[in-house]
């Protein structure tokens, strides 16, 4: 099956996505600082705590592109969705169609690492450097599942009338 521009997810939706996907991200580094902070209050020992919170600029940057890495992956890898996503009914698929690996996945996050990658879906295609480096892109699942079923009720008379 081939993937038309009509089958994309839209920059509103993408934006969207966005948003969404920073809610869990937030909730992981505040929930870890929190519970650093509480463990610390239970065992009397800080040392984890003040670790966490007094981290360098840089080491921040590292942790959370750590956490973006991994959830990224994980998340779109398994399921070829974000939260965000499964909110605006789009996923992630390769350009022929079959859906994303693990690798494909990974290799994703790795290129939103990339500096002003956030921005890069503005362009005209409406496509980010991590969809064009990994060679992926993001569908609106209605129409995408719409076409696919088409494509397959063709075939099936197609074959029909062969016989």
Known sequence: MEVTEDLLASKGKRFVNHLIDLVPQYAVIYGLSYGFYYLGEFTGNYALSDWFNGMSTVMDYVFTYLLLLIYYTLMEG??????????????????????????????????????????????????????????????????????????????????????
């Open 78 to 163: 398994y399921t070829e969705r974000t939260l965000g996503k499964y909110v605006t009914r789009t996923k992630v698929i390769k350009i022929d169609a079959e859906p994303i690996t693990l690798n494909d996945a990974f290799i994703r996050s790795l290129c939103r690492l990339i500096p002003f990658d956030m921005l890069s879906f503005l362009g005209t295609n409406g496509k980010g450097w991590h969809d064009s480096i990994s060679k992926t892109y993001v569908v609106d699942i209605d129409k995408f599942e719409t076409k696919k079923q088409t494509e397959i009720n063709l075939e099936a008379i197609g074959n029909t009338l062969i016989e």
